[in-house]
Structures are given as structure tokens and as C-alpha cells.
């Protein structure tokens, strides 16, 4: 069983910084590529960053020179560093993995989603 565990969440003002950390756990031959979403109360889920196996990165417009997305692949963590927060940020962050798990022998990969952790930024 894969398991992604999000943490990091909180409350913070506006121009503050928060640092998101998930951590992917269980039987993982591999993990591909990974990436946070958030969703904001009435809105769609949207991406905000994106981070490949050979870490290459991808940010959404509008947290561009804001966020910075890394990863550890010994830990098979991904983190999201959050600097420069605005009020709109405010959502629930999603991490996001493409992992093939062990029985697949790495021919098969999943997606697969943490439960979330809230980010309230406060003007």
C-alpha cells in the first residue's frame, strides 16, 4: 500500500513563508513524477508546481518566483517552499505522485494523492 502524508500547513500573514513536505510511504519500486495542486473553497483543483525524476520543474503563473518545489528522492519526499504568501494562496495543498509500486516491478505506475494540508493566508 502507497501512502502520501502532506505536512506543513498552517496559518501565516501575508508575506510570510510556509514550507510544505510529502512524504511517500509503502512498498515503491519507483516514483515519477511528482507535484503539489491546491483547491480553494468554490474553486477547481489547479496546479502549482511540478517536479520530474530528473527534476525538472513546472509552476503555475502565479506562483512563479514565489515557490519553490524540490525533492528528496532517498526520502521519497517532495517539498514545496512558499515564500512571499498572498491572501489568494489560501487553499488546501494536495500533494501528487506518479509511483509504481514494488509488485509492479516498474512496468505499471499509479497516480496517487495525500489528503491535504490547509494553507490560510491572512491579509
Known amino acids: 500500500q502507497v501512502q502520501l502524508v502532506e505536512s506543513g500547513g498552517g496559518l501565516v500573514q501575508a508575506g510570510g513563508s510556509l514550507r510544505l513536505s510529502c512524504a511517500a510511504s509503502?512498498?515503491?519500486?519507483?516514483?515519477?513524477?511528482m507535484a503539489w495542486y491546491r483547491q480553494a473553497p468554490g474553486k477547481s483543483r489547479e496546479l502549482v508546481a511540478s517536479?520530474?525524476?530528473?527534476?525538472?520543474?513546472n509552476y503555475a503563473d502565479s506562483v512563479k518566483g514565489r515557490f519553490t518545489i524540490s525533492r528528496d528522492n532517498a526520502n521519497n519526499t517532495v517539498y514545496l517552499q512558499m515564500n512571499s504568501l498572498k491572501p489568494e494562496d489560501t487553499a488546501v495543498y494536495l500533494c501528487?505522485?506518479?509511483?509504481?509500486?514494488?509488485?509492479?516491478?516498474?512496468?505499471?505506475?499509479?497516480?496517487?494523492w495525500g489528503r491535504g494540508t490547509q494553507v490560510t493566508v491572512s491579509s
Open positions: 517536479i520530474t525524476s530528473a527534476d525538472i520543474t
Open positions: 509503502g512498498s515503491i519500486f519507483s516514483i515519477n513524477y
Open positions: 501528487n505522485a506518479d509511483i509504481a509500486p514494488y509488485s509492479s516491478r516498474g512496468w505499471t505506475t499509479y497516480d496517487y
